[in-house]
Antibody, heavy 112, light 107 residues
Framework: VHLVESGGGLIQPGGSLRLSCAAS????????MSWVRQAPGKGLEWVSV???????HYADSVKGRFTIARDNSKNTVSLQMNSLRDDDTAVYFC????????WGRGTLVIVS | EIVLTQTPDLQSAAPKETVTITCRAN??????LHWYQQKPGQSPTLLIK???QPISGVPARFSGSGAGTDFTLTITRLEAEDSATYFC?????????FGQGTKVEIK
């Protein structure tokens, strides 16, 4: 199983960014797929999950600004991030499962 | 929201000693509590799932216990490679949440 995140970068406050997680060795449509972030020098913060039934949920800190989605044909999960704020600066990880047993290496988002 | 509080924030121990990390929830997390290890510059790795279920490939010196609001991660016979930060994580209720982390240093 491999998860590879992409799409991070430097963005101004108020801007938008779309992260992508490409999966191999598993089907995103059959799994719970999450985004977890980690601000520099800080702990882990759960951001969002999309369940195998398509339902999605968000942390209060991103609700209304971020949208998780999946593309079954491409076997990818995305995170559309709008109205970005300084405190959204973090490494964003894609992970699979409930006990999150597979993680990508992360992609860095800097809002400044 | 289930708030997870880990104690201690920092644990220093010598090789071969036993380390115990506690994760306390402000409401019941059932057994939907998982433990991760993260080394600097790396992604987290799953150590224990559902409070006490071992993960294939994880050394047997890592074990978990507890249910409800009180959980424990125990590392027996500490090794130098166990120097890392450890996080608990609950999936009982949405939003899922993490503990703040416990850094384990090797003396």
């Amino acid at each position: 199983v491999h998860l590879v995140e992409s799409g991070g970068g430097l963005i101004q406050p108020g801007g938008s960014l779309r992260l992508s997680c490409a999966a191999s060795g598993l089907s995103v449509s059959n799994n719970y797929m999450s985004w977890v972030r980690q601000a520099p020098g800080k702990g882990l913060e759960w951001v969002s999950v999309i369940f195998n039934n398509g339902n999605s949920h968000y942390a209060d800190s991103v609700k209304g600004r971020f949208t998780i989605a999946r593309d079954n044909s491409k076997n990818t999960v995305s995170l559309q991030m709008n109205s970005l704020r300084d405190d959204d600066t973090a490494v964003y990880f894609c992970a699979r499962g409930t006990g999150l047993n597979f993680w990508g290496r992360g992609t860095l988002v800097i809002v400044s | 929201e289930i708030v997870l509080t880990q104690t201690p924030d920092l644990q220093s121990a010598a090789p071969k000693e036993t380390v115990t990390i506690t994760c306390r929830a402000n409401q019941s997390a059932g057994n939907s509590l998982h433990w991760y290890q993260q080394k600097p510059g790396q992604s987290p790795t799953l150590l224990i799932k559902y409070a006490s279920q071992p993960i294939s490939g994880v050394p047997a010196r890592f074990s978990g216990s507890g249910a409800g609001t009180d959980f424990t991660l125990t590392i027996t016979r500490l090794e130098a490679e166990d120097s890392a930060t450890y996080f608990c994580h609950q999936t009982k209720n949405l939003p899922w949440t993490f503990g703040q982390g416990t850094k384990v240093e090797i003396k």
